[in-house]
């Protein structure tokens, strides 16, 4: 099993709509959790992290189930400019290196 | 402005040179990184170093060599020895290892390997 699981999609949808990610993660003992957004042959950049309580910034909210070890990432209301690959990250507790998701496509579509 | 600068951006190389990578950063962060990014795969860490003078190996380290003689400097060299190096190679930096619970690393805009 991979150590951290998305659904490379990709996942086309109509602008205004409201779509899920979700990641899987197979250490038990991870304690930090991000979203990177990287657009096509750019740069990945942090969306957001992931609280435990889970998290909200503007059209996006982060949520974290520990019990079932998944992190997910709504969008609400679609834009053009969602269109990117959205990276799951995970990092164990104690220090320890990051572990990248191979990412899921999303597309936006008019 | 603050940030990570790779260069080149496209590098094209011939079978059997080494090449090296450039990344330095601005924003006084201890730890930088190296990566990799092939399609359909999560990026791999290549080296990293917590501090000046100091690195350490990754999960594929074979066929690259680091050093870090400069905080803001952290250079790649691609050697011959690298049997598919053609890859988006990622340099990131983070204020310490890997950064606190929710403090990020920053990237690089990459660098563009193609053997040739």
């Known amino acids: 099993r991979k150590e951290v699981e998305q659904d490379p999609g990709p996942f086309n949808v109509p602008e205004g709509a409201t779509v899920a990610f979700n990641c899987t993660y197979s250490?038990?003992?991870?304690?930090?959790f991000f979203w990177y957004r990287q657009d096509c042959r750019k740069e990945p950049k942090l969306l957001m992290s992931?609280?435990?309580s889970g998290n909200e910034d503007g059209r996006f909210t982060a949520q974290l189930n520990r019990a079932s070890q998944y992190i997910s990432l709504l969008i609400r209301d679609s834009k053009l400019s969602d269109s990117a690959t959205y990276l799951c990250?995970?990092?164990?507790?104690?220090?320890?290196?990051?572990?990248f998701g191979t990412g899921t496509q999303l597309k936006v579509e008019l | 402005d603050g940030g990570i600068t790779q260069s080149p951006k496209y590098l094209f190389r011939k079978e059997g040179q080494n090449v090296t990578l450039s990344c330095e950063q601005n924003?006084?962060?201890?730890?930088m990184y190296w990566y990799r990014q092939d399609p359909g795969q999560g990026l791999r860490l290549i080296y990293y170093?917590?501090?000046?003078?100091?690195?350490q190996k990754g999960d594929i380290a074979e066929g690259y060599s680091v050093s870090r003689e400069k905080k803001e400097s952290f250079p790649l060299t691609v050697t011959s020895a690298q049997k598919n190096p053609t890859a988006f190679y990622l340099c990131?930096?983070?204020?310490?290892?890997?950064?606190?619970?929710?403090?990020?690393?920053?990237f690089g805009p990459g660098t563009r390997l193609t053997v040739l």
């Open positions: 924003l006084n962060h201890d730890a």
């Open positions: 990250v995970v990092k164990p507790g104690g220090g320890n290196k990051l572990t």
């Open positions: 990131a930096s983070s204020i310490d290892l890997w950064g606190t619970d929710y403090n990020e690393q920053f």
């Open positions: 992931v609280y435990s």
């Open positions: 250490n038990s003992a991870s304690q930090s």
């Open positions: 170093s917590q501090i000046v003078n100091d690195f």
